[in-house]
């Protein structure tokens, strides 16, 4: 079995047959590749019967159902009663699947026809990704009494994908199997990290069945699965002759009195994160509550845009963070656009939260002023946020999935788009994408965002590129939760990177 973490690349289902067909051009028969799949899923599914007993294999029409009438096949030779039901016509079968439906010994029952209440296990072998429409007529009467007869005592084995699951979006397709593990093969899909497909995959598990791993350089997949391997290499390492500001400085805009922990939030963050110096610009009505506050964070007193601007003219100043706390409103967006104008020494901007807001409906004015900017450019919008900012942009909100969301508003933007939630994508102008694995959903907490933005901040003033900062930055802020467990707060966030970085170093 295969580490997702160590197997980065994501592939659609179109990328995947050519993975297939790679495989079988450099001489491995497609018969080889079906037998390999049944037998990966007959492994873990013996790994989670609970006794000898019946299982039930769901085979359909497709490849899919090859791959489940092998594994009934590698189950039945290890001793378990197997009940083999098929969606459809044994003689509609073809290629491999028909093959491997003829070294099939036993009863083939209609599909329909099998009791899914009582077996130790169900193994679904339906559907894969490639699914491309909605369940309707027997498959969809099947797949949901196989989730009304649910128990904790019967586990679901999915094979390549819950069917119902598209494995491009994550996206159901009028119903979908709740799977307790899924078996999958070369790589991952998107549609198993995406919501809601994430949730009902189960334990994901990655099975080698035999394409070489050369079939990637032909593919060239610009999807991947967010883990260190991904971007370890572009983050800087500390140096010998370090001083504070050769690790970067980063300037974070406060709010108000009143709304000033957002931006302290972000600051401490960037800190933590390696950022040899950060400041906060704090209005002076908020000097005294951000000082009472802050040690390590310096604070720098401004007064309106030209005092922001006096701010900003010091070149010493990588990276700056403006969203957290700030307000929505045109005093905002005109702070927005003094960071973004062109600098002698270019730096890196991080627009979260209110700035995204005070843009609500006008994309195009933020692009315009992004596309002024001489330095990188990254935005931490969550949905709501996101779905104001694209207010007229219908073409986007209803995109196919997240992972193209987030790809489509990168390069409109032009900047590189961080798309929050249990499934965060990180989308670059260039078509690059990285999806969360496993982020903890103890980051649904306040103030969770405005330390990612400083993560963010703190990563591109070291001089990481910002598709890889900011994807660290995600990694780095899953990692800091597992860290703190349960009971997190987002100033827990901050000092459990510590040990985070400890880990990647």
């Known amino acids: 079995m295969l580490d997702p973490a160590k197997a980065p690349e994501l592939l659609t289902c179109d990328e995947m047959r ?71 016509r044994r003689g509609a079968l073809r290629g491999d699947a028909a ?83 899924t078996v999958t093969f070369f790589r991952l899909k998107p549609g198993h990290l ?67 922990g957002a931006a302290r939030l972000a600051a401490r963050a960037a800190l933590r994160i390696g950022a040899g110096l950060v400041a906060l610009a704090s209005p002076p009505e908020a000097v005294a509550v951000n000082a009472a506050h802050a040690t390590a964070v310096m604070i720098e007193p401004f007064e309106g845009l030209s005092g922001f601007a006096r701010l900003l003219a010091d070149p010493r100043r990588n990276a700056i963070v403006i969203g957290p706390g700030a307000g929505v409103g045109e005093d905002t967006r005109a702070l927005v656009r003094a960071a973004l104008e062109p600098s002698q020494a270019p730096r890196a901007v991080v627009l979260d939260a209110d700035a995204l807001t005070s843009f609500s409906g006008d994309a195009d004015g933020l692009a315009a002023a992004i596309a002024a900017h001489n330095g990188p450019v990254a935005l931490t919008p969550h949905e709501g946020e996101f779905a104001r900012l694209f207010r007229l942009r219908r ?48 980051l649904a907490t306040a103030g969770s965002g405005d330390v990612l933005s400083g993560f963010v901040a703190g990563l591109l003033a070291q001089g990481a590129p910002a598709f890889e900062a900011a994807s660290a930055a995600v990694w780095l802020h899953g990692a800091a939760a597992r860290q703190a467990g349960p009971g997190l707060i987002a100033e827990d966030l901050p000092e459990a990177v510590r040990a985070a970085l400890a880990g990647l170093a």
């Open 99 to 181: 093959s491997v439906a003829q070294r099939w010994t036993g009863e083939i029952k209609p599909a329909g026809a099998l009791t899914l209440s009582g077996p130790c296990l169900v193994v679904d072998a339906l559907f894969g990704a490639g699914l491309d429409r909605d369940l309707e007529g027997e498959a969809l009467e099947i797949v949901e009494r196989l989730n009304a007869s649910a128990g904790p005592g019967r586990p679901v084995v999915a094979v390549d994908m819950p069917s119902g699951l598209s494995g491009d979006t994550g996206k159901v397709r009028r119903a979908a199997v709740q799977a307790t593990a």
């Open 194 to 260: 995406l919501s809601p497909g994430r949730e009902l995959c189960g334990r994901l598990v990655l099975a080698d069945i035999g394409i070489p791993e050369d079939a990637l350089a032909a593919i060239a997949p610009k999807a991947f699965v967010n883990a260190p391997g991904l971007w370890r290499a572009k983050l800087r390492k500390p140096q010998a002759g370090d001083h504070k500001y050769s690790r970067g400085a980063v300037l974070v805009l406060s709010g108000p009195p009143h709304r000033t």
């Open 18 to 88: 050519r993975a297939d067909a790679h495989a079988i051009e450099g001489g491995t028969p497609g018969l080889a590749l079906m037998e390999n799949a049944g037998a990966a899923v007959a492994d873990v599914a013996a790994s989670l019967a609970r006794s000898r007993g019946r299982i039930v294999v769901l085979s359909g029409p497709g490849a899919n159902g090859g791959d489940g009438f092998v594994a009934a096949r590698r189950l039945a030779e290890r001793g378990y009663r197997i009940e083999l039901g098929l969606l459809g």
């Open 395 to 442: 073409e986007i909100l209803d995109g196919p999935s997240k992972l193209e969301r987030a790809r489509i508003a990168a390069v409109r933007l032009g900047a590189v788009l961080v798309l929050k939630g249990s499934d965060t994508v990180v989308g670059a102008p260039d078509g690059r994408a990285s999806i969360g694995y496993d982020l903890p959903p103890t």
